[in-house]
């Protein structure tokens, strides 16, 4: 692919699958009047449709064919030459996921020759069963549009699908209006969409047809004495557009009437073939008036210009503007480091008390700027959430479980790298619930339970994160289970006694597999481990809470931008550190006689749980403070996931936010338990530890005896 | 005066694609409409010398633009080409009905493209362009 297509086809073929996706999910959802059906089935037509297009274009002609195939697919469903039943549902939700992987496929030219034979196979077997399905389906026809009453003004122009759905009304019973109104061509977009807003609350609204202006009807009273003049088709107002909207409802005259408004004109263009009582239609002539001169003149129009108003940016260069931000962050804190001393020496009289003056105000754009690029990276769940529900609803049919999924929150709005960074991870969370949490039908029958499981995804913001949770109302994790595997696979210690807490924290063991057959659906050779890794990668927290019989929640808690954070600033010995506030969970005041050494390792007990401990100064050596040493010191609970590690300090500093930046290769690997440096406003480099690598490390010094 | 062609079509890629094979006839005054309302919004100020439009649209079709233009006392004359796929075929044959002048269908070539404009617009020849 080359050339101007290919910049824009990746995106929107991407769009188009999303909307494909949502409009599944949407038509799924049961109780729906029929034209929201036949909106959403038109919809997904659409959809196929425009992508079969773009793809033919691009000459991507696998693509290309697949969309044709679930386009003609949907053409039946939208026709009513099929209708929308669940295996039907099924081979349209399996189309897209294939589409979606040719498409992921086009986007790496350097994609094996295997997976394109592959995608190639599945394609063909794909087009087999869409084949299968229609060969049983027929066409309809009926008589022509004219036979039924419809004028050519308005038949003509129709589309198929438009005849199929006016039909369609008609078939259903309802009779067929036509709806005349004319508008000034300065408002007439904003004027049209409240008419049809009126007109769809009353039934469907077939077709627009627009049609050449008309002259306005005098304003009541003005010309009460005119006589009805001639045809109104004789008189035109350039400055004017008529449209004529088809509508099919099941109301009366007089109802439709009232929500076309006073200015427009109802005709009746049909009525059902079994309706016995046929009232004459009741074309209102238009109040004849002559034609009036354009009310535009010497208009303008600049060439090559598009309507549409939104620009779409390429993520890094968001990424590359933050890091610029974040370096003027970090100036403006040098400035003002210069402003102070300056205003020590002279005094808020002059230039300093200017420069400190002046400083506030660029602090405040500089706040309100940054704000302003991280919104621009930030994009709702609501589209991951939708994939989810389709994923779901897929797994739900594979597993044989009957699955009520709800969601809440999903226009809680997230980093968009971390929206794809979390896609798997929920996936796997919401397989995980199904295939483990979720008991099977008898299971849940015996347990008085609704046969129906529930999974429920929830998102909101909490201060400067966003918890995302995947609940379901199953069996509960089996802790005994569990530990016994742990046991099995030499994680846990046979003799020792373990809390709750520490046998799910097996459960983020590498290696570690509850089911006890692998099944089709979870093992896919992921474990919780991966989940547990994906999320520490943006510094976010795992918990979980479970209740036998009652139900599981992973709760993942995630800071809502990556760039610039929020840390905790720590001393020990004379060096100071910076901790991503996302992975404190609380700091305590301790003693040396709260620690206990198990096993050659130090740890202390906190709330019934052994919380290991790592002593900062040690572990990197600091040089000693010249502050006097004191028995008390504080303890950072850090935890990334789900483990947990108390990190021994001298001082707790305050909170700032910081930018991180890498270290250099050269020192990579040297220092482990480092994520990057962060300059603080003094012009001192602080180190950022890293926590999940801290964490990592202190389980492989605290190996349980076994 | 510069050729004005007013190109109504709902895909980004495929609105790109056209607009940039337009652009290597000549100096084209393009004006992109993503719908039909947009389409309706931008006749009345200017004059076009050609229409092209695609008709699966959403809310006003392409045919409803066919019929529309085909009445409108000022742009009646202008040239209208459809572009759209093979799957339409008997919407296309109601465009042509509807008085549409020619008939492009997708997938096509971008030469393809160029040499129907060229017929439509006769002023406008491909051996100019710089290609």
Known sequence: ?706 | MAVSVLVVEDSRAMRALVVSTLQSLGDLRIVEVDNGFHALKALPGSRFDLIITDINLPEITGLEIVRFVRQHPVHNRVPILIISTQRSEADVRRGMQLGASAYLGKPFEPEQLKTTVCQLLPSLSPASSPS
């Open chain 1, 1 to 706: 692919m080359s050339g101007p297509l290919s910049e824009e086809f990746l995106p929107e073929a991407e769009e188009l699958l999303e909307q494909m996706d949502a409009g599944l999910v949407t038509l799924e959802q049961a109780g729906q009047a029929p034209e929201r059906v036949a909106d959403r089935l038109n919809a997904l037509f659409r959809s196929a449709h425009s992508l079969k297009g773009m793809a033919g274009m691009a000459g991507l002609v696998e693509i290309s064919h697949l969309s044709h195939e679930i386009e003609e697919l949907m053409d039946h469903l939208r026709m009513g030459r099929l209708s929308p039943q669940p295996h039907i549902m099924a081979l349209i939700s399996d189309g897209i996921a294939l589409l979606r992987r040719g498409v992921v496929a086009a986007a790496k030219p350097g994609a094996s020759d295997a997976d394109d034979t592959a995608l190639g196979e599945e394609t063909a077997d794909y087009s087999n069963r869409i084949k299968q399905t229609m060969s049983a389906s027929a066409g309809s026809a009926g008589p022509p549009l004219d036979s039924l009453g419809i004028p050519a003004r308005l038949s003509t122009a129709l589309t198929t699908y438009e005849e199929h759905r006016l039909r369609e009304n008609l078939r259903m019973g309802r009779t067929v209006y036509a709806v005349r109104a004319d508008f000034s061509l300065e408002d007439f977009d904003r004027q049209l969409g409240l008419l049809t807003g009126r007109l769809q609350a009353l039934g469907e609204l077939i077709a627009t047809v627009p049609q050449i202006g008309e002259p306005a009807p005098p304003a009541d009273g003005t010309q009460p004495d005119q006589p009805p003049g001639p045809s109104s088709e004789q008189s035109i107002d350039p400055g004017r557009i008529g449209f004529e909207l088809i509508i099919g409802s099941a109301r009366s005259e007089r109802e439709i009437a009232d929500g076309a408004g006073a200015t427009a004109r109802l005709t009746v263009l049909g009525r059902p073939p079994a309706s016995a009582t046929t009232t004459p239609s009741t074309p209102s002539d238009a109040t004849p008036h002559a034609a009036r001169p354009a009310p535009h003149a010497g208009e303008t129009v600049t060439s090559v210009r598009s309507l549409t108003d939104t620009v779409r940016v390429e993520i890094h260069q968001l990424d590359h503007l933050l890091n610029v931000m974040g370096e003027l962050v970090l100036q403006k804190a040098v400035l003002y480091q210069l402003a102070r001393e300056l205003l020590d020496r002279e005094g808020s009289a002059g230039l300093a008390g200017s420069l400190v003056k002046s400083l506030h105000t660029v602090e405040n754009r500089l706040t309100e700027l940054q704000e302003g690029l991280v919104e621009a990276r930030m994009v709702p769940l609501s589209q991951l959430f939708d994939r989810l529900t389709r994923a779901a609803r897929k797994l739900s049919r594979e597993l044989g479980k009957a699955v009520d999924l709800r969601m809440s929150g999903e226009e809680t709005r997230l980093d968009k790298t971390m929206v794809e960074a979390i896609a798997d991870p929920l996936l796997h969370l919401i397989r995980n619930a199904m295939d483990h949490g979720l008991e099977s039908p008898q299971g849940r029958q015996t347990a008085g339970k609704p046969e129906a499981g529930q999974i429920t995804l929830r998102a909101r913001p909490q201060g400067t994160s966003v918890v995302i949770e995947v609940s379901d109302d199953g069996q509960g994790i089996n802790l005994p289970r569990v530990r016994e595997i742990a046991v099995d696979k030499g994680l846990a210690d046979p003799n020792k006694a373990y809390t709750d807490d520490a046998i799910i924290e097996f459960l983020f063991q590498p290696g570690f597999s509850t089911s006890e057959q692998v099944s089709e659906v979870s093992g896919r050779g992921v474990g919780l481990d991966v989940v547990a890794r994906n999320i520490a990668a943006f510094n976010g927290l795992v918990d979980v809470t479970t209740t036998p019989g009652v139900g599981t929640t992973f709760s993942i808690t995630l800071p809502i931008t990556l760039v610039i954070i929020r840390a905790l600033l720590v001393r020990a010995g004379a060096e100071l550190f910076a901790i991503p506030l996302s992975n404190v969970t609380e700091t305590l005041l301790g003693r040396e006689s709260d620690i206990r050494t198990v096993e050659g390792a130090e740890v202390m007990e906190l709330r019934g749980r052994t919380l290991p401990l790592l002593r900062l100064r040690e572990h990197f050596a600091c040089a000693a403070s010249s502050q006097a040493h004191t028995d008390d010191f504080y303890i950072v609970v850090v935890g990334s996931a789900e483990s947990r590690l108390g990190l021994v300090v001298d001082e707790i500093e305050g909170q700032q936010e910081i930018v991180i930046k890498t270290i250099g290769e050269l020192l990579q690997g040297v220092i482990s338990g480092v994520a990057g440096a962060a300059e603080l406003g003094n012009r001192r480099m602080i180190l950022v530890l890293d926590i999940p690598a801290l964490l990592d490390e202190a389980s492989n010094r605290v190996v349980p005896a076994g």
